[in-house]
Nanobody
Framework: QVQLVESGGGLVQAGGSLRLSCAPS????????IAWFRQAPGKEREFVAA????????YYADSVKGRFTIARDNAKNTVSLQMNSLKAEDTAVYYC?????????????????????WGQGTQVTVSS
């Protein structure tokens, strides 16, 4: 069992930056692919970004490409999501998710069903 703990959410003005972190409780997760999803009020939970176990491959939703960067430090057992040029539409609860092993296909990284463990979420609010 992996428990994921997210941190770094908060309130920021449009155009500002935030950095989210995800860390497992009691486990090393170099053998897990990690993703960030988000859910805005009244909307489905949607894919934001993902990173492979080694960190060699990263994936982004079109809506955040060029503004968000996902990275991992397996030595420190953390995954981060650097969010720049934030917009009001980025307001959501952000969730970290972990998948044991590799993805089931080359395009599976964006599917919620692909992930085995989820964090409790951290609120990001962008004021316009």
């Amino acid at each position: 069992q992996v428990q994921l703990v997210e941190s770094g959410g908060g309130l920021v003005q449009a155009g500002g930056s935030l950095r989210l972190s995800c860390a497992p409780s009691g486990r090393t997760f170099s053998s897990y692919a990690i993703a960030w999803f988000r859910q805005a009020p009244g909307k489905e939970r949607e894919f934001v970004a993902a990173i492979s176990r080694s960190g060699d491959s990263t994936y982004y939703a079109d809506s955040v490409k060029g503004r968000f960067t996902i990275a991992r430090d397996n030595a420190k057992n953390t995954v981060s999501l650097q969010m720049n040029s934030l917009k009001a539409e980025d307001t959501a609860v952000y969730y970290c998710a972990a998948k044991k092993g590799g993805y089931s296909s080359s395009v599976a990284y964006y599917r919620r069903s692909e992930y085995d463990y989820w964090g409790q979420g951290t609120q990001v609010t962008v004021s316009s």
